[in-house]
């Protein structure tokens, strides 16, 4: 279980009476096989894990029902692990062996399931801050125009009416913002949009391009409040139609177009850029191509953007389990590699940079809430097993941001010979070098 990595989303166990379990997946029966349970070699294999999660606080309840306690003194769960065939995976491929057997029920965890996870990340940090030397990342899958609108496809278009379960009023599926540690989720989402608007500086009638739209949230609140228009791209089939239909609904169609179309396929001019939640999906080898979407559609010089992305202290092999159940192709990248890539070849300047990892714990420990509470109705839509794989991606996410396995990166970025520049980090104004004077609010 030393490779465990259940990276993106959430906050306590199950609720009370329910076990912290989840679905199926190819190459894992789902009905453990009756008989033979290891024997003396199941034992060996118990001690291996135990020895394998060496200070997290759990108990292991084996196949034959062998108790192993890995660590003295209270512990935040019991995991039982319900027949040999489990077992004999867990200590060589641990991620994907942990992942497929809660799937299918194979594996029960009773107690707090996102504070087995965190000790568990916890460890693996600190194990690979003790090797000093970054992880290499795995080969990724592709991300040309077609596998990226499978990818897209195969989460996001699950049905608007399974993520309004238990997303916010706005359907943002992406960190939100807490001014206050005791706001609600629908707060801290208006306040998160208000946040980057903020940090873009949005004048009227300015033209901004949003990659990857969502349903269409931030796109109708930067026209609707700050006066601009937008153009905001998605290929998300049900997204984009939800988005359209809502601006309809508001009359902003005039001023928010929705193209059902991929970022590499954006064209200016436009004022602003700004990308949230979107970079987790173009993969490294495409960073390039969106810092030239980026520098051929801003104004030569000035124009700005705002770029929110998942990502890690420094780089590492995507999450195995995530990548092929939930979230395929997607790549949490060191902030280093997006800058890297996508900034400094076009010379653009990094103005600002702000990580939210604990309010992106808080935003899924709410969403892991809201998915508990609505739970019949989302196993009714699909079945157990996705219920169990769902439980684990959002309390394995909560657990990444909590142990520090993933960050929440905003990076503000403009033209290098930009003078029209925020003069303090805190305050309305911005000034120029040559003229300090107010040129607009932010």
Not at 28 to 40: D, S
Not at 46 to 54: A, D, F, M, S, T
Request: charged share 25%.
């Amino acid at each position: 279980m030393t490779s465990l990595r259940l990276e993106s989303t959430a906050d306590r166990e199950a609720p009370p009476g329910r076990p912290a379990t989840t679905p199926s997946s190819p190459g894992l029966e789902t009905e453990p096989r009756p008989g033979f349970q290891g024997g003396p070699f199941g034992h060996a294999l118990g001690w291996l894990l135990k020895r394998q999660l060496k200070g997290v606080p759990v108990e292991l309840v084996l196949p034959g029902g062998t108790r192993l306690a890995v660590r003295a003194g209270p512990r935040v769960a019991t995991v039982f692990i319900k027949d040999f065939g489990v077992l004999l995976r867990l200590p060589f491929n641990s991620e994907v062996a942990f992942g497929e057997a809660f799937e299918a029920g194979r594996i029960e965890v009773h107690g707090d399931l996102v504070g087995l996870l965190e000790a568990v990340f916890r460890q693996q940090l600190a194990r690979r801050a003790l090797g000093g030397r970054p992880s290499t990342p795995t080969p990724q899958r592709s991300h040309g125009l077609r596998s990226a609108r499978r990818n897209i496809h195969h989460h996001y278009d699950l049905g608007n009416g399974f993520y309004r379960l238990w997303l916010d009023k706005e359907l943002l599926y992406t960190c939100a913002y807490y001014p206050s540690p005791d706001d609600d989720l629908d707060t801290a989402q208006i306040a998160k949009m208000e946040h980057v608007c903020r940090k873009l500086r949005l004048q009227p009638g300015e033209r901004v391009v949003e990659a990857g739209c969502g349903w269409g949230a931030l796109a109708l609140y930067m026209a609707r409040r700050y006066g601009v228009t937008v153009r905001a791209f998605n290929i998300s089939v049900e997204q984009i139609r939800w988005a359209r239909e809502r601006a309809r609904r508001e009359s902003l169609d005039d001023r928010v177009e929705f193209v059902d179309d991929d970022y590499r396929n954006i064209r200016g001019p436009f004022d602003v850029f700004v990308s949230i939640g979107m970079l987790e999906h173009v993969g490294p080898p495409n960073y390039r191509v969106l810092g030239e979407v980026i520098h051929r559609g801003l104004p030569e010089a000035s124009g700005r953007g705002l770029i929110h992305f998942i990502g890690r202290n420094r780089p590492a092999p995507p999450s195995a389990w995530t990548d092929r159940r939930l979230f395929p192709g997607s790549y949490p990248p060191a902030l280093a590699e997006m800058i890297e890539s996508v900034l400094e070849p076009r010379d653009f300047s990094v103005l600002d940079v702000e990580n939210l990892r604990l309010h992106y714990a808080r935003t899924l420990r709410h969403w892991h809430e809201r998915f508990e509470a609505s739970v019949d109705k989302v196993a009714a839509m699909f079945d157990e097993r996705f219920v169990r794989a769902w439980r684990l991606y959002l309390t394995g996410s909560q657990a990444a941001f909590r142990s520090g396995g993933l960050q929440l990166f905003q990076v503000v970025f403009a033209r290098g010979c930009d003078q029209q520049v925020p003069w303090t980090r805190i305050g309305p104004t911005f000034m120029t070098e040559d003229a300090p004077a107010l040129h607009g609010t932010a």
